[in-house]
C-alpha cells in the first residue's frame, strides 16, 4: 500500500510516498481503508523531531474511512462501518496511508451528516478542545471563556465546543478572521496585532491557550479567582501551575488523549448542528509535504485534510 514516511527529520521536503506492506489488525483491533487524514500541527513536530537514519517513521493520527477487516475480539464495530476517531495517541498511528489499523475503541462511527474529509478534520483537534473545557477546566453555562488562535484548528472547535456548553467566548484572532469566528458563535474578539488582550478581555474563568510562551503569564492575568488556564502548546508549560497557585488561579498543561467517550460527544455535537469543522484546504495524499508547508504557515483558518480514497 502508499504511505507518506520519512527516514530522516527536517523540514516538510523529509516527506515521500514509500510502498509499505499492507498491516493486519490484531486483537481488539480493526484495519480500516482510510479515506482522509487530517493534518495537525503535532504531525509537523514530529517530522521535525523524529526519524533516526535508516529508521522510517509514519506520520499521522486523525483518521476517517470504512472498517476493511476486525481483528479477534472485536464486538463494536463490523466491516463496512464507516468510523473517524484518534488511533493510538499519542503513541505513533500512521494514519497517512492507504490502510490503517486501531484498537476498535479509540473510533465511533462517523455521523451521516459528515463526509470523510470533513470528519477527518475532527478527531485529535475537537477532541484536544473537547477535553481541555470539559475534562480539565469544568467549563459551566453562564462562564467567561478566552480562546486564544480562536480560528485556528483547535481555536475554531473550542469556540463551538464552549458556546454549546452555554459559555460567553472570546477569542483572539486577526481582524480578517472575525467575520469567520462571529459565523462560529464567539461573543467578542480581539485583533492581538493591534491590541493588547490583557487590557481588552474583561475576567474570564477559563483560557485555552494554544500558542504558549509570553501568553501563559499574560492569560494568568485575565482569570478571575480560581480561574484556570489550559496550556497546549508544550510540556514546558507546566511551570505555570506554581505560578499560577501562588495568585489563586490554576493552569494544567494537557495533551490530548484517544478517548472514545470523548468522540462520541463530539459526533453527537455534530449531529446536532452546534459542530461543524472549517476545511482550509484539501490535498491529495502524496501531497503531504505540500499540506505540511502550508501547516508551518499558521496562517490556515481551520484545518487541512489529505484525501486518500475515492
Known sequence: MRAIGQDGFGGPEVLKVMEVERPQPGPAEVLVRVHAAGVNPTDSWHRASG????????????????????????TTLAPGDEVFGLPRHPLPAGTYAEYVTSPARHLVRKPGVLTHIQAAALPLAALTAWQALVDVAHVQEGQRVLVHAAAGGVGHLAVQIAKARGAHVTGTARAA?????????????????????????????????????????????????????????????????????????RAAFMIVEADQAGMREIAALVESGRLRP???????????????????????SGKIVLTVAD
Open 51 to 74: 526519524g533516526l537514519a535508516g529508521t522510517v517513521v509514519r506520520l499521522g493520527w486523525d483518521v476517517s474511512g470504512v472498517v476493511e477487516a476486525v481483528g479477534p475480539g472485536v
Open 177 to 249: 478572521k472575525h467575520a469567520f469566528l462571529r459565523g462560529l458563535g464567539a461573543d467578542e474578539l480581539v485583533d492581538y496585532t493591534e491590541t493588547d488582550f490583557e487590557t481588552a478581555v474583561a475576567p474570564v474563568d477559563v483560557v485555552i491557550d494554544t500558542i504558549g510562551g509570553a501568553y501563559g503569564p499574560r492569560s494568568l492575568r485575565t482569570l478571575r479567582p480560581g480561574g484556570v488556564l489550559v496550556s497546549l502548546a508544550s510540556p514546558a508549560e507546566a511551570y505555570l501551575a506554581d505560578e499560577a497557585a501562588a495568585v489563586g488561579r
Open 278 to 300: 472549517e476545511i482550509d484546504t484539501v490535498l491529495p495524499l502524496d501531497q503531504a509535504a505540500k499540506a505540511h508547508e502550508l501547516g508551518d504557515s499558521r496562517r490556515t
